[in-house]
């Protein structure tokens, strides 16, 4: 009983340790997750934010580990795991790329909240039409991140990322193959359409925080911060065209965003229930 007991507390330890790891070794993840808290808060309040981390991550996982092995749905990639003895993996996936996903798909949605000015009422409602249409623009604007992130995170050996995966049968576009960014509109997908069910199921029912700070502009604005980082790796690693379609992706986002709410009065949270 006792060895039993020092097992779990040495594994303890050291997925903490590893945890700790992954903070100093991908900084800039914790970074981003922060602002989804902050945002996510502000917008949708606890609860939803809470589902949104433990919804994006088991899907994400779910597609890399089968990706890995299968191919679907991102394509068949693997994971160097030079990095395994200092930041947390989970099976054969790194944690903080799965990790990812979570503020990816709450920006890519929240965004498409922005540029469309569908209020809280329409997308909790029965109504088809709005959810559909925000759904798809989210689906879109996360392939845009992608079509960014991927190629620069491919070449992780040349900036502080470092190599850590390498697909099967390399794609044209910058050695991305086509069948990843179907993947991320897969997982897009997938992510924001349970959210959307779950709301609608009255399951994530709660009050927004209205202490945090809210502005029709802190999703798109933030969308724009995750595409600039990528754009500004992409310099670095001599992917110049890359760099200029990411600030244009970036400009026009929030550009569209500001004339939407500029034009309209945007209500800033989901329905105040208890």
């Not at 903080?96 to 503020?103: C, I, K, M, N």
Request: aromatic share 14%; net charge neutral.
């Amino acid at each position: 009983m006792s060895a039993c007991v020092i097992r779990v507390t040495l594994g303890g330890l050291e997925t903490l340790s590893l945890l700790i790891g992954t903070f100093w070794l991908r900084p800039y993840v914790f970074a981003f997750l922060a602002a989804f808290a902050v945002i996510a808060l502000a917008e949708v309040g606890l609860r939803r934010t809470l589902w949104w981390v433990v919804v994006g991550y088991v899907v994400a996982f779910a597609c890399e580990w089968s990706s890995t092995r299968n191919g679907f749905p991102f394509g068949l990639y693997h994971y160097i795991d030079s990095t395994r003895d200092r930041e947390l993996w989970v099976s054969n996936v790194p944690f903080f790329d799965s990790l990812s996903f979570v503020f990816l798909s709450f920006v890519s949605w929240a965004t498409a909240r922005r540029i469309l000015g569908v209020s809280a009422q329409e997308e909790a409602s029965g109504a088809v039409t709005p959810r559909t249409r925000v759904l798809l623009l989210a689906m879109l604007l996360m392939v845009a991140i992608d079509v960014i992130c991927d190629p620069v995170s491919l070449r992780g050996d040349r900036w502080f990322l470092g190599k850590i995966y390498y697909y099967e049968h390399p794609g044209a576009f910058f050695g991305i193959p086509v069948s990843n960014y179907f993947g991320w509109a897969f997982v897009a997908l997938v992510i924001i359409a349970a959210m959307m069910a779950l709301e609608r199921s009255g399951v994530l029912r709660g009050r927004p925080l209205a202490a945090l700070p809210r502005h029709p502009l802190l999703a798109p604005v933030f969308y724009a911060s995750i595409v600039l980082f990528n754009v500004g790796l992409a310099f670095y690693v001599d992917l110049s065209g890359l760099a200029l379609l990411g600030i244009a992706i970036a400009v026009c986002v929030v550009s569209v965003a500001w004339l939407r709410s500029a034009s309209e009065a945007f209500e800033p949270g989901l329905e105040q229930a208890p």
